[in-house]
C-alpha cells in the first residue's frame, strides 16, 4: 500500500509539473503557429503533431493520476460516487472529449481571430469539425482506454497515429482555406 501511495504522490507531482510547464508550451506554441511556421509545411506538421502528443500525454498522466488516487482510496469518503468515472469510463470520456474539443476550437479560434463573435460560432465549429472529430477520437481513446485500464503499448501507438493524421488534416484545410480566401480577395 506504501508504494501505491508513493507512485500516486510522484504522479500527481509529474502532473503539477508538466501542467505548469504547458502553460508556457501553449503560449510559444501559438505565437509560433501565427508566425512563420505555417509557410513551411513539414514544420508546421510536425508543430502540430507535437503539439498534440503533449496535450494527450497530459490528459494521460492527468487521468492515471486519477485512477491512481481513487485506487488508494482517497476518495473513501464518497462512499459509491468514487468509482462512478472508472465503472462508466465510456460516458465519461465522451462528456470530456466533447469539452475539451470545444473550448480547443473556441481557444484557436480567438487566438487566430482576437475573439469569437456568435455570428461566426457556426462557421468556425463548420470549419474545424473534420480536425475536430479526429483529433476527439484519439482523446476518446486515451481517457476510455485509461480509465478502464486497459491501455496498451499498442493503443498508444495507434492514438499518436490518431494524432499524426490530425496534424496532417490541419495543415492541408489551413491550406485549401488560404487558398480559398487568395482567390477570392
Known amino acids: 500500500m506504501q508504494e501505491s501511495k508513493k507512485r500516486t504522490a510522484l504522479l500527481g507531482l509529474a502532473f503539477l509539473a508538466f501542467l505548469f510547464l504547458s502553460s508556457y508550451e501553449n503560449t510559444i506554441f501559438f505565437s509560433l503557429l501565427l508566425g512563420e511556421i505555417l509557410k513551411n509545411q513539414f514544420l508546421a506538421v510536425g508543430m502540430l503533431f507535437l503539439h498534440n502528443v503533449l496535450v494527450v500525454s497530459m490528459i494521460l498522466l492527468g487521468m492515471n493520476f486519477y485512477v491512481s488516487l481513487v485506487k488508494v482510496g482517497f476518495f473513501k469518503n464518497e462512499g459509491k460516487y468514487a468509482y462512478i468515472v472508472l465503472e462508466h469510463p465510456r460516458v465519461y470520456a465522451l462528456t470530456f472529449t466533447v469539452i475539451i474539443v470545444f473550448l480547443s476550437i473556441l481557444r484557436g479560434s480567438t487566438l487566430i481571430y482576437g475573439g469569437v463573435s456568435l455570428e461566426a460560432l457556426p462557421t468556425i465549429l463548420l470549419m474545424s469539425t473534420p ?3 479526429v483529433e476527439g477520437y484519439g ?18 501507438a495507434v492514438i499518436y497515429g490518431i494524432f499524426l493524421a490530425a496534424a496532417l488534416l490541419e495543415v492541408a484545410l489551413i491550406n485549401v482555406l488560404i487558398t480559398i480566401l487568395k482567390f477570392s480577395a
Open 131 to 133: 480536425v475536430g472529430l
Open 139 to 156: 482523446i476518446y481513446m486515451t481517457i476510455k482506454n485509461t480509465l478502464s485500464q486497459t491501455l496498451k503499448t499498442k493503443d498508444l
